[in-house]
Protein backbone atom coordinates (compact mmCIF):
# COMPACT_ATOMS: atom_id res chain seq x y z
CA UNK A 1 0.00 0.00 0.00
CA UNK A 2 0.94 3.85 -0.77
CA UNK A 3 2.49 5.19 2.19
CA UNK A 4 -0.24 8.02 2.42
CA UNK A 5 -3.52 8.00 2.61
CA UNK A 6 -5.40 7.82 -0.70
CA UNK A 7 -8.31 9.69 -1.36
CA UNK A 8 -11.51 8.07 -2.22
CA UNK A 9 -13.91 9.46 -4.31
CA UNK A 10 -16.80 9.69 -1.89
CA UNK A 11 -14.22 12.74 -0.37
CA UNK A 12 -13.37 14.77 -3.82
CA UNK A 13 -14.78 18.56 -3.74
CA UNK A 14 -12.16 19.39 -5.95
CA UNK A 15 -13.91 19.20 -10.04
CA UNK A 16 -10.14 18.34 -11.62
CA UNK A 17 -9.24 15.80 -9.17
CA UNK A 18 -13.33 14.35 -9.91
CA UNK A 19 -12.18 14.97 -13.57
CA UNK A 20 -9.40 12.04 -13.40
CA UNK A 21 -11.36 10.00 -11.56
CA UNK A 22 -14.34 9.59 -13.51
CA UNK A 23 -11.84 9.49 -17.07
CA UNK A 24 -9.32 6.95 -16.02
CA UNK A 25 -10.93 5.00 -13.74
CA UNK A 26 -14.72 5.22 -14.62
CA UNK A 27 -17.72 7.37 -13.08
CA UNK A 28 -18.95 4.46 -10.73
CA UNK A 29 -16.05 3.28 -9.44
CA UNK A 30 -13.97 4.74 -6.12
CA UNK A 31 -10.24 4.31 -7.35
CA UNK A 32 -8.98 4.16 -3.39
CA UNK A 33 -10.78 0.88 -3.14
CA UNK A 34 -10.72 -0.68 -6.99
CA UNK A 35 -7.79 -0.01 -8.42
CA UNK A 36 -6.80 -0.60 -11.73
CA UNK A 37 -6.10 1.98 -14.78
CA UNK A 38 -6.12 1.31 -18.49
CA UNK A 39 -1.96 0.54 -18.46
CA UNK A 40 -2.13 -2.02 -15.73
CA UNK A 41 -1.01 0.25 -12.81
CA UNK A 42 -3.13 0.65 -9.83
CA UNK A 43 -3.87 4.38 -10.03
CA UNK A 44 -2.18 5.65 -6.66
CA UNK A 45 -0.46 8.11 -7.65
CA UNK A 46 -3.81 10.22 -8.66
CA UNK A 47 -5.26 9.17 -5.50
CA UNK A 48 -2.71 10.05 -3.28
CA UNK A 49 -1.69 13.06 -5.02
CA UNK A 50 -5.69 13.97 -4.70
CA UNK A 51 -4.48 14.90 -0.70
CA UNK A 52 -3.45 18.10 -2.17
CA UNK A 53 -6.13 19.75 -4.81
CA UNK A 54 -2.78 22.65 -5.31
CA UNK A 55 -0.14 20.19 -6.22
CA UNK A 56 -2.32 17.93 -8.19
CA UNK A 57 -3.38 21.19 -10.23
CA UNK A 58 0.29 22.06 -10.74
CA UNK A 59 1.44 18.65 -11.71
CA UNK A 60 -1.73 17.39 -14.01
CA UNK A 61 -0.54 21.61 -15.59
CA UNK A 62 3.23 20.38 -16.20
CA UNK A 63 1.70 17.10 -18.36
CA UNK A 64 0.21 19.73 -20.92
CA UNK A 65 3.73 20.23 -21.87
CA UNK A 66 3.22 17.04 -24.05
CA UNK A 67 0.60 19.08 -26.35
CA UNK A 68 2.43 22.47 -25.75
CA UNK A 69 5.82 21.27 -26.46
CA UNK A 70 7.80 21.37 -29.84
CA UNK A 71 10.42 19.17 -28.50
CA UNK A 72 10.99 16.00 -30.48
CA UNK A 73 8.47 13.76 -28.79
CA UNK A 74 10.79 10.72 -29.00
CA UNK A 75 13.37 12.52 -28.07
CA UNK A 76 11.39 13.57 -24.58
CA UNK A 77 10.33 9.93 -24.18
CA UNK A 78 13.83 8.93 -24.16
CA UNK A 79 14.75 11.44 -21.91
CA UNK A 80 11.71 10.46 -19.30
CA UNK A 81 12.43 6.73 -19.68
CA UNK A 82 16.32 6.35 -18.74
CA UNK A 83 15.42 9.18 -16.09
CA UNK A 84 13.01 6.66 -14.46
CA UNK A 85 15.37 3.94 -15.04
CA UNK A 86 18.42 5.67 -14.15
CA UNK A 87 16.80 6.50 -10.82
CA UNK A 88 15.12 3.16 -9.99
CA UNK A 89 11.06 4.06 -10.26
CA UNK A 90 9.59 0.86 -12.03
CA UNK A 91 6.48 3.18 -12.44
CA UNK A 92 7.98 6.16 -14.60
CA UNK A 93 10.27 3.89 -16.32
CA UNK A 94 7.55 1.15 -17.39
CA UNK A 95 4.82 3.81 -17.97
CA UNK A 96 7.20 5.27 -21.13
CA UNK A 97 8.58 2.49 -22.11
CA UNK A 98 4.42 2.21 -23.25
CA UNK A 99 4.51 5.55 -24.70
CA UNK A 100 7.73 5.17 -26.93
CA UNK A 101 6.13 2.13 -27.99
CA UNK A 102 3.05 4.39 -28.83
CA UNK A 103 5.38 6.77 -30.70
CA UNK A 104 6.29 3.74 -32.78
CA UNK A 105 9.52 3.42 -31.55
CA UNK A 106 11.32 -0.17 -32.16
CA UNK A 107 11.02 -2.35 -29.93
CA UNK A 108 15.14 -2.88 -30.07
CA UNK A 109 15.46 0.60 -29.11
CA UNK A 110 13.08 0.69 -26.15
CA UNK A 111 14.58 -3.05 -24.70
CA UNK A 112 18.18 -0.96 -24.85
CA UNK A 113 17.80 2.10 -23.05
CA UNK A 114 19.13 0.32 -19.81
CA UNK A 115 22.62 -0.46 -21.90
CA UNK A 116 22.43 2.42 -24.00
CA UNK A 117 26.18 2.74 -23.64
CA UNK A 118 26.85 0.19 -25.46
CA UNK A 119 24.34 0.33 -27.96
CA UNK A 120 23.90 0.51 -31.56
CA UNK A 121 20.48 1.66 -31.85
CA UNK A 122 20.52 5.08 -31.18
CA UNK A 123 21.82 7.95 -33.53
CA UNK A 124 24.47 10.81 -32.08
CA UNK A 125 21.91 13.10 -30.85
CA UNK A 126 19.38 10.51 -29.06
CA UNK A 127 23.15 9.38 -27.59
CA UNK A 128 23.64 13.02 -26.75
CA UNK A 129 19.94 13.06 -25.79
CA UNK A 130 20.73 9.87 -23.37
CA UNK A 131 24.10 11.11 -21.62
CA UNK A 132 22.40 14.63 -20.75
CA UNK A 133 19.74 12.59 -19.04
CA UNK A 134 22.33 10.29 -16.67
CA UNK A 135 24.50 13.89 -16.33
CA UNK A 136 21.05 15.45 -14.75
CA UNK A 137 19.43 12.46 -12.46
CA UNK A 138 22.80 10.39 -11.57
CA UNK A 139 25.58 13.51 -11.78
CA UNK A 140 23.63 16.10 -10.65
CA UNK A 141 23.62 18.19 -13.37
CA UNK A 142 27.10 18.07 -13.76
CA UNK A 143 27.26 17.69 -17.32
CA UNK A 144 30.38 17.44 -19.91
CA UNK A 145 31.01 20.45 -22.35
CA UNK A 146 31.10 17.49 -25.11
CA UNK A 147 27.73 16.10 -24.46
CA UNK A 148 26.13 19.96 -24.49
CA UNK A 149 28.19 20.74 -27.66
CA UNK A 150 25.98 17.65 -29.73
CA UNK A 151 22.78 18.78 -28.21
CA UNK A 152 23.35 22.43 -29.78
CA UNK A 153 24.55 21.13 -32.57
CA UNK A 154 21.02 19.34 -33.36
CA UNK A 155 18.32 21.25 -30.87
CA UNK A 156 17.94 25.04 -30.66
CA UNK A 157 18.48 26.23 -27.52
CA UNK A 158 14.66 26.26 -26.17
CA UNK A 159 14.42 22.66 -27.48
CA UNK A 160 17.39 22.07 -24.88
CA UNK A 161 15.40 23.98 -22.52
CA UNK A 162 12.45 22.00 -22.40
CA UNK A 163 14.54 18.44 -22.51
CA UNK A 164 16.07 19.83 -19.51
CA UNK A 165 12.69 20.62 -18.02
CA UNK A 166 11.36 17.74 -18.44
CA UNK A 167 13.79 15.66 -17.80
CA UNK A 168 13.86 17.00 -14.06
CA UNK A 169 10.38 16.83 -14.10
CA UNK A 170 10.20 13.06 -14.31
CA UNK A 171 13.10 12.36 -12.07
CA UNK A 172 11.08 14.33 -9.35
CA UNK A 173 7.96 12.24 -10.19
CA UNK A 174 10.81 9.05 -10.11
CA UNK A 175 11.73 10.02 -7.06
CA UNK A 176 8.32 11.05 -5.34
CA UNK A 177 6.99 7.57 -6.45
CA UNK A 178 9.62 5.55 -4.72
CA UNK A 179 9.39 7.50 -1.51
CA UNK A 180 5.70 7.40 -1.17
CA UNK A 181 5.87 3.52 -2.55
CA UNK A 182 3.30 4.68 -5.42
CA UNK A 183 1.99 2.71 -7.93
CA UNK A 184 4.61 -0.02 -9.64
CA UNK A 185 7.34 1.61 -7.08
CA UNK A 186 5.15 -0.12 -3.98
CA UNK A 187 7.30 -2.70 -3.69
CA UNK A 188 9.90 -3.66 -0.17
CA UNK A 189 13.38 -2.31 -0.28
CA UNK A 190 15.36 -4.79 -2.03
CA UNK A 191 18.73 -4.28 -0.63
CA UNK A 192 18.19 -6.26 2.88
CA UNK A 193 20.43 -8.51 4.86
CA UNK A 194 20.46 -12.09 3.50
CA UNK A 195 20.35 -14.23 6.96
CA UNK A 196 22.82 -16.74 7.91
CA UNK A 197 22.38 -20.28 8.20
CA UNK A 198 21.19 -21.59 11.41
CA UNK A 199 23.51 -22.14 14.01
CA UNK A 200 25.98 -19.11 12.15
CA UNK A 201 25.71 -17.89 15.85
CA UNK A 202 27.61 -14.31 15.88
CA UNK A 203 31.25 -15.69 14.60
CA UNK A 204 33.60 -13.09 12.95
CA UNK A 205 33.50 -13.73 9.10
CA UNK A 206 36.22 -10.77 8.79
CA UNK A 207 38.75 -12.90 11.07
CA UNK A 208 38.20 -16.20 9.45
CA UNK A 209 38.85 -14.35 6.19
CA UNK A 210 41.91 -13.04 7.09
CA UNK A 211 42.99 -16.76 8.79
CA UNK A 212 42.58 -18.47 5.66
CA UNK A 213 44.94 -15.90 3.72
CA UNK A 214 47.60 -16.41 5.91
CA UNK A 215 48.05 -19.80 5.79
Partial sequence: MPRL???SRAEVTDDLVRFFYDRLFGEDRDPAAEPGTATGSPGTWWTVFALDPVIFRHCVKGFQLYRESKLDPVLRELG?????????SQFVFSQ?????????????KIAAI???????????????VLAYTDALVLDGGRV???VFDVLRRHLA??????????VCLYEMHATMSRALRLEFDDRPEP???????????????ADEVAGEARR
Fill in 96 to 108: HCKQMRALGVPEE
Fill in 5 to 7: RQV
Fill in 80 to 88: QTRAGWARG
Fill in 157 to 166: DERILELTYI
Fill in 191 to 205: VVEVPAPEGYGTRDI
Fill in 144 to 146: ADE
Fill in 114 to 128: PSWQVSEHYDELERA
